[in-house]
C-alpha cells in the first residue's frame, strides 16, 4: 500500500479564498483523523471519521472549516474563506482500529502545509 | 496546565550517548502513542502501548499507568535519531488523541 496520501503538499493563496485538502487513507483502515500543526500549539485533532460518520469534530475552530468523507478512500477539508491564522501544516491519518494494541498504529500523510498570505 | 507535558523540550547528545525522553500525562487513557517527526517534517508512529514495556531495534518505551508516566528511550544514539519526539494519549480508545509539544533531540557526530 502506498501509504495516506495527502495533496497538496503545499498551498499558498490569499485570504478570502477557499482552500480543499485532500486525503487517501490507506485501504481497510476504518478511522480517518484530520490534524492541524502550529507552532503556537502543535498538534491538534480537528476532526475524526469512523467508516465514513464524522465522530468528533469539536476541534474544528470555526464554521469557515469543514470537512466530508464521501466515501472509504477519500477525504477533504476544506476552509472557506481562509484566513491568515489559518497557516499551518494539515495532516491527515489513518488507522485500522485505534483502540487496540495491535491494530492501533496511526499511519500519517506527509502533510500539506498552507500559507494564507 | 497541558494534559500531555512532555521533558526536555530540547535535548541535544553525543552520538553513542543513552537518551531518555519523558511524558507524564493528567488524564485518564486507554493508550500512550510515541511518534517521531523528523526535520522534513513527516510524522511516523513508533510505539502505541497500554502497559508495561515495548522495544524495537535501538528504541525502547515504557509506562506506569499508577504514575501517569511514560518514558521513551534510545540507546547508543544516531545522528540519524535527532527528529522531534511526540508523546500523545488517547482517552477513549477512538485515536482522538491529546499530543505534547514535542522533544527536539539533535545527536551530535
Known amino acids: 500500500d502506498a501509504g495516506v496520501i495527502q495533496s497538496p503538499r503545499h498551498e499558498v493563496t490569499e485570504m478570502g479564498q477557499e482552500v480543499t485538502l485532500r486525503c487517501k487513507p490507506i485501504s481497510g483502515h476504518d478511522y480517518l483523523f484530520w490534524y492541524r500543526q502550529t507552532m503556537m500549539r502543535g498538534l491538534e485533532l480537528l476532526i475524526y471519521?469512523?467508516?465514513?460518520?464524522?465522530?468528533?469534530d469539536s476541534g474544528m475552530p470555526e464554521d469557515r472549516f469543514s470537512a466530508k468523507m464521501p466515501n472509504a478512500s477519500f477525504s477533504t477539508l476544506k476552509i472557506q474563506p481562509s484566513e491568515p491564522r489559518d497557516s499551518a501544516v494539515y495532516f491527515c491519518a489513518s488507522s485500522l482500529s485505534p483502540g487496540l494494541a495491535d491494530t492501533g498504529e496511526l499511519f500519517f500523510g506527509e502533510g500539506s502545509r498552507l500559507t494564507v498570505l | 496546565k497541558n494534559e500531555v507535558e512532555q521533558s526536555p523540550q530540547n535535548l541535544t547528545a553525543q552520538e553513542g550517548e543513552f537518551i531518555t525522553i519523558n511524558c507524564s500525562y493528567s488524564?485518564?487513557?486507554?493508550?500512550l502513542h510515541w511518534l517521531q517527526q523528523h526535520p522534513g517534517g513527516g510524522i511516523v508512529s513508533l510505539f502505541m502501548l497500554s502497559s508495561g514495556k515495548k522495544k524495537h531495534g535501538r528504541l525502547i518505551a515504557t509506562i506506569n499507568i499508577q504514575e501517569k508516566h511514560s518514558s521513551l528511550h534510545i540507546t547508543a544514539s544516531h545522528p540519524r535519531d535527532s527528529a522531534v519526539y511526540i508523546c500523545?494519549?488517547?482517552?477513549?480508545?477512538?485515536?482522538?488523541?491529546?499530543f505534547g509539544k514535542g522533544t527536539k533531540l539533535s545527536v551530535k557526530p
Open positions: 471519521f469512523n467508516n465514513n460518520v464524522p465522530i468528533d
Open positions: 500523545a494519549v488517547d482517552p477513549g480508545s477512538q485515536g482522538n488523541l491529546i
Open positions: 488524564v485518564g487513557i486507554s493508550a
